[in-house]
């Protein structure tokens, strides 16, 4: 592979001449990757649901964070979007989940901020029947 005027480059590159009596100039941008999110917190806690929010990451002018993923467990992404909170739905109550982040941006992704984990609330309400005192 040969640069040419206005490529890119992501990674290591190693750049070799094949003619030493010729002379080629070579201007190679870098671009970063965003930064791995901080550790999601969790804001928010109910019976089906966790409200979890996170600092935002940084990226550079040249390769702008496009958003953030969620993942639940090991593999499955929960939320994907702009925002640095979101809502996860339709958990089961009294459950242990964990959650980690990552940012997106115009170059590929982050890796994955640490877990944290949290078990969603008891619904107090399931179950419950009215019944006469001293019946």
Do not use: H
């Not at 890119?8 to 080629?24: D, I, M, N, R």
């Not at 958003?67 to 929960?78: E, K, N, P, Q």
Request: hydrophobic content about 40%; glycine content about 6%; aromatic content about 8%.
């Amino acid at each position: 592979w040969i640069p040419t005027v206005g490529d890119v480059f992501v990674g290591p590159v190693s750049v070799s001449v094949a003619a030493p009596t010729t002379t080629q100039t070579f201007i190679i941008e870098v671009l970063f990757r965003s930064t791995v999110p901080e550790r999601p917190i969790v804001a928010e806690v109910t019976p089906t649901s966790l409200v979890l929010e996170w600092l935002p990451a940084l990226a550079s002018t040249r390769n702008p964070l496009q958003g953030y993923d969620i993942l639940a467990g090991i593999d499955t992404i929960v939320y994907s979007g702009t925002a640095t909170r979101a809502e996860i739905t339709g958990l089961t109550p009294l459950t242990s989940y964990s959650f980690r982040a990552r940012s997106r941006a115009a170059v590929g992704e982050s890796g994955w901020s640490i877990a944290v984990t949290q078990m969603t609330s008891i619904d107090c309400r399931a179950g419950l029947t009215r019944k006469t005192p001293f019946s």
